[in-house]
């Protein structure tokens, strides 16, 4: 366990070289959430007779982009998913090979280091922006138990993106190019997770798929406990769901590792 | 003998010196198009040596331009309209702005990306050296074919669109709409061309470039769903993403305000054009050669 904690360690440091490149991360994402704001900001203006739009009153929908925004900042995959085929790649896997640790939790370990600092450095921009839309700022969960369950559901959300980006990243065993495998999974994380909008404001039958699937769980479910939307016996089944499919990518993975350790070819090391 | 020869001869010099410019120019644009003529020969080379990733980036694009369609469906489910737009108006912007950076990406986008790279290593020296505007080479080495293809899918949004609007559009009012788009084009590589210079002083530039995609998304958003303030004066005066794509299809559409706007595009996109130009000359001679 100390070893991941040197590692843990190691990883601040070097995800430090990065803070200014978080920094403009974070700074640069605020403008497409500026424009979806503005863009339901205007559906809103548009039908002045109704309360509510898709269920959501103005002042909800804002928190919910808020709110997913602080989520994506905190538990996001950003860099980890190309280093780890680029290790894989250029055969810088096999030093780590040799050593007694395991490649899964020293990959863990780096993605919660990089997560600290790119929340450190994201802190600032992100923040001021809930500020200064504080009006529709996202207030927790006051009941002590909801907020419990948000932060449950915070720490699966983690694990969750991380095993399903670790688990995809090791197809650099079997292919010299996964970007596009990357992008066209993120494509997919990024509408039926909740990043576009709310998913509850498809229809019925699409929402009804969707529960069979992990994406839901990778930032639509926890961002709706926080908005205390979810809660009650759906919030239990909901995090009872989000731990299924936490264990299912880590079982996912562990498999395709020691598939994919068998067709390593240790290239250019 | 009368003096009269000596300001004929001074206006016939004046003549062929201008002659001569022509010459050298006309020269100079067809020395530029075969240089073209191989870079483009030689992409197509390139991309048939790697055809499945070839294929798969295209799906990549594609998925992202349904997504965005998707977004457009969901969203009036719920509302007729957004600020004034209908939903045929908004599927035409989504449409015309996919066109434009789909044109941008295929002719300038992979040579922006990698100009941060060639000052990391070094490598820019070599384009220095040669016998072309290193600017030009830097900017158009690099066809991405893959991307015509998905030029060619928004086309078909678009004219699907359209025809959903019943537009009739007038005479003149197409070839503006083409022109429009290339100025649209031009805003797009003027724009991200001058960020990846920035990485003649910060190596970490690619941070800045990935932030150019985060723009593309604002551009396709109608511009009268902003109200005025500081987001879209930034976005109106200074980074034009709010025009880029609404006027060409405000023209098109017909609800165009005043045909100032399309002026406005145009003068933007030319005072950018400058600037990057002037950005350009302060890097290069800021350039230390890294690595070599």
Not at chain 1, 78 to 97: F, K, V
Not at chain 1, 185 to 196: D, I, R, V
């Amino acid at each position: 366990m100390l070893k991941y904690a040197h590692i843990f360690h190691v990883g601040l440091q070097n995800a430090l070289a990065y803070r200014a490149n978080f920094f403009f991360r974070a700074v640069f994402g605020l403008l497409p959430l500026t424009a979806t704001l503005a863009l339901w900001q205007a559906i809103f203006r548009s039908n002045p007779d109704r309360e509510t739009v898709a269920g959501y009153t103005l002042g909800e929908m804002m928190a919910y982009y808020l709110l997913m925004t602080v989520v994506d900042a905190l538990t996001a995959v950003t860099e980890d998913d190309w280093q780890i085929a680029a290790d894989i790649r250029e055969g810088r896997l096999s030093p780590l090979l040799l050593k007694p640790l395991d490649y899964l939790a020293y990959r863990l370990s780096l993605f919660a280091a990089g997560r600290v600092v790119y929340a450190a450095a994201a802190l600032l921009p992100v923040g001021l922006f809930v500020l200064l839309h504080h009006q529709h700022g996202p207030g927790l969960p006051a009941d002590p138990l909801q907020l419990l369950a948000f932060g449950l559901a915070l720490l699966l959300t983690a694990l969750l993106q991380f095993l399903i980006s670790f688990t995809t990243a090791l197809l650099a065993f079997w292919l010299l190019e996964i970007s596009t495998w990357v992008f066209i999974l993120f494509a997919f994380e990024y509408l039926a997770g909740g990043h576009l909008f709310p998913l509850d404001i498809l229809p019925a039958g699409v929402q009804a798929v969707l529960q069979f699937t992990p994406f839901p769980y990778q930032l639509f479910f926890p961002v709706g406990v926080g908005l205390g939307r979810i809660e009650g016996p759906a919030l239990v089944q909901g995090l009872t769901l989000q731990l299924f499919w936490v264990g299912v990518f880590y079982g996912l993975a562990r498999w395709v590792w020691a598939r994919g350790l068998r067709h390593y070819t240790a290239a250019g090391g | 003998m009368s003096p009269s020869p000596a300001p004929s001869r001074g206006e016939g010099s004046r003549l062929v010196r201008l002659a001569r410019c022509l010459t050298a120019g006309t020269r100079h644009v067809r020395h530029l198009a075969a240089v073209y003529a191989v870079l483009c020969r030689n992409s197509l080379v390139r991309e048939m040596s790697f055809k499945t990733n070839f294929l798969l980036w295209i799906v990549v694009e594609l998925l992202w331009f349904v997504l965005q369609l998707a977004f457009v469906a969901v969203i009036y489910q719920h509302t007729d309209r957004i600020a004034t737009w209908s939903r045929w108006e908004v599927v035409l912007l989504i449409g015309t702005s996919q066109f434009i950076q789909q044109v941008f990406t295929a002719l300038f986008l992979t040579n922006c990306v990698q100009l941060s790279e060639h000052v990391r290593t070094g490598r820019l020296d070599f384009f220095l050296l040669l016998p072309v505007n290193p600017r030009f080479l830097l900017s158009v080495r690099q066809v991405d074919l893959g991307a015509f293809v998905n030029a060619a899918a928004a086309l078909g949004v678009m004219g699907y669109a359209a025809a959903q609007l019943g537009l009739r559009p007038a005479g003149t009012t197409l070839p503006g709409f083409a022109l429009l788009c290339g100025v649209g084009v031009l805003v797009h590589y003027t724009l991200m061309f001058m960020l990846a210079t920035v990485s003649f002083w910060t190596v970490q530039a690619q941070g800045l470039v990935w932030g150019y995609y985060n723009l593309f998304n604002v551009a396709r958003v109608p511009a009268d769903a902003f109200r005025p303030g500081l987001f879209k004066a930034v976005f109106t005066w200074v980074v034009p993403m709010l025009l880029v794509a609404n006027v060409p299809v405000q023209l098109l559409a017909d609800r165009l305000a005043s045909p100032l706007d399309m002026l406005l595009l145009l003068g933007l996109a030319l005072g950018v054009f400058a600037v990057s130009g002037w950005v350009w000359r302060l890097s290069v001679r800021h350039y230390t050669s890294a690595s070599s």
